[in-house]
């Protein structure tokens, strides 16, 4: 079935350092891979996304990449701030769904 | 800028009791969902909503739960008779177009079960 698995669980990085959340998902034909910023006690909140037909997008700080060969996409923060600091999911969009199917999360920490 | 709205916030219930969740769409939003999250846990999809019916929806969704969209605005979550582990966090979203435009989520409401 459907399914989308999120390394690592939990993520403590320096002020200024870099952050790398990594997703892998099951269904080859899936075309869609947003990622969702989710401070204490709020909605998830979109940051990124990327689609089937692209390698790699960035925005700012905020970057992902896509392997379709590989089946895996990642997250990539640099220069982390203190702001950073929330929990990130990944999530796929199957061929055929309109649903997204959420990875479990990462809990980043900025260290400042 | 418009954002989907739901109601209530926080609401307790006693096991075996209906519980009525709301939500309002963007306004020109035409797929709306119910996703679920378990206190720590990830985001769970629970049902689609499009064209006035049910496009899809997941194993959690059994008879106990239910969706309408009595209005032009209004989308509503039932449970009939509440069970503890339903208990969660309940996030409304809609989306303009389908075929992975951005999934715009509102605050939720938190479901308490005793």
């Known amino acids: 079935g459907e399914n989308v698995e999120q390394h690592p669980s939990t993520l403590s990085v320096q002020e200024g350092d870099s952050a790398v959340i990594k997703c892998t998902y099951s269904?080859?034909?899936?075309?869609?891979f947003p990622w969702y910023k989710q401070e204490l006690g709020k909605r998830p909140q979109l940051i990124i996304d990327?689609?089937?037909?692209?390698g790699e997008k960035k925005d700012q700080r905020i970057a992902v990449t896509l392997n379709k060969t590989a089946k895996h996409f990642s997250l990539h923060i640099t220069e982390t701030q203190p702001e950073d600091s929330a929990v990130y999911f990944c999530?796929?969009?199957?061929?055929?769904?309109?649903?997204?199917?959420f990875g479990t999360g990462t809990r980043l920490t900025i260290i400042p | 800028e418009p954002e989907v709205t739901q109601t209530p916030s926080h609401q307790v219930t006693q096991m075996g009791q209906e519980v009525i969740l709301r939500c309002v769409p963007i306004?020109?939003?035409?797929?709306f969902y119910w996703y679920r999250q378990i206190l720590g846990q990830k985001v769970e999809f629970l049902v689609s909503?499009?064209?006035?019916?049910?496009?899809?929806k997941s194993e959690i969704f059994d008879d106990q739960f239910s969706v309408e969209r009595p209005d032009g605005s209004n989308f509503t979550l039932k449970i009939r008779s509440t069970k503890l582990e339903d208990s969660a966090m309940y996030f409304c979203?809609?989306?303009?177009?389908?075929?992975?435009?951005?999934?715009?989520f509102g605050e939720g409401s938190r479901l308490t079960v005793l």
């Open positions: 999530a796929a969009k199957f061929e055929g769904n309109e649903k997204l199917t």
């Open positions: 990327i689609r089937s037909n692209v």
């Open positions: 909503f499009y064209n006035n019916e049910i496009s899809e």
């Open positions: 979203a809609s989306q303009r177009d389908v075929g992975g435009g951005e999934l715009f």
């Open positions: 306004s020109n939003h035409l797929y």
């Open positions: 269904d080859s034909a899936s075309n869609y």
